[in-house]
């Protein structure tokens, strides 16, 4: 049972264009958000992360946005660059248990020149 | 990736095996997870350890599977009679203090497993 999905398994932009990748999630007591990005043969490194009580936070060229009731965030990157080929993962965390995260399959992003 | 160290960084053993895949935390972090990371998937959270404590094992499997993180010495996750679908990469990470799983946990760069 996949809880959290990313439908999308790869995206392809050009640079200087907005990314955007998607995110959907099926258990409602998913209390926080995250973004990771992987780089190949890396471990994941954290990128951005939002709290349930928020519809947006932004950091940079970095924007998450959450909508509880469609239970579906999006991590928009603008503008992208070639450094920001990678694959994203999108992550949340149950109230009840903040030290699990669960995981969606990913979507690799590629920016071309 | 801020200080995680896992080894090996690659790993091969024959069906039947034992794979001991080690983690040695950021410095000062008392809390590991181990993920596994089967191809074409997303991470599947494994256990939570710390120090010389199980947390949470609800993602381990059942059996040839263990995990321990002792007083002193890196974490270790231990495989044993490995077979062809524990292929997979195995991701180690730390934080500081329970809960902090959202924002102050740090990867390590992972130990890809080939059973063969």
């Known amino acids: 049972d996949q809880q959290v999905k990313q439908n999308s398994p790869s995206l392809s932009v050009q640079e200087g264009r907005i990314s955007i990748l998607n995110c959907d999630y099926t258990?409602?007591?998913?209390?926080?958000f995250l973004w990771y990005k992987k780089y190949p043969a890396e471990g994941p490194t954290f990128l951005i992360s939002i709290s349930s009580i928020k519809d947006k936070n932004e950091d940079g060229r970095f924007t998450v946005f959450l909508n509880k009731s469609a239970k579906h965030l999006s991590l928009h990157i603008v503008p992208s660059q070639p450094g920001d080929s990678a694959v994203y993962f999108c992550?949340?965390?149950?109230?009840?248990?903040?030290?699990?995260?669960?995981f969606g399959t990913g979507t690799r992003l590629q920016v071309f020149p | 990736n801020a200080g995680v160290m896992q080894n090996p960084r690659h790993l091969v053993r024959r069906r039947g095996q034992e794979a001991r895949l080690r983690c040695s935390p950021v410095?000062?972090?008392?809390?590991v997870y181990w993920y596994r990371q089967l191809p074409e998937e997303g991470l599947k959270f494994m256990v939570y350890l710390q120090k010389e404590n199980i947390i949470d094992e609800s993602g381990m499997p059942k059996e040839r599977f263990s995990a321990e993180f002792p007083k002193e010495g890196p974490s270790i996750l231990r495989i044993q009679q490995v077979v062809r679908g524990d292929s997979a990469a195995y991701f180690c990470?730390?934080?500081?203090?329970?809960?902090?799983?959202?924002?102050?946990?740090?990867f390590g760069q992972g130990t890809r497993l080939t059973v063969v």
């Open positions: 410095k000062g972090h008392s809390h």
């Open positions: 990470a730390s934080s500081p203090m329970t809960g902090d799983m959202n924002t102050e946990a740090f």
């Open positions: 992550a949340a965390s149950p109230r009840y248990n903040t030290d699990k995260l669960i």
């Open positions: 258990n409602s007591m998913f209390d926080y």
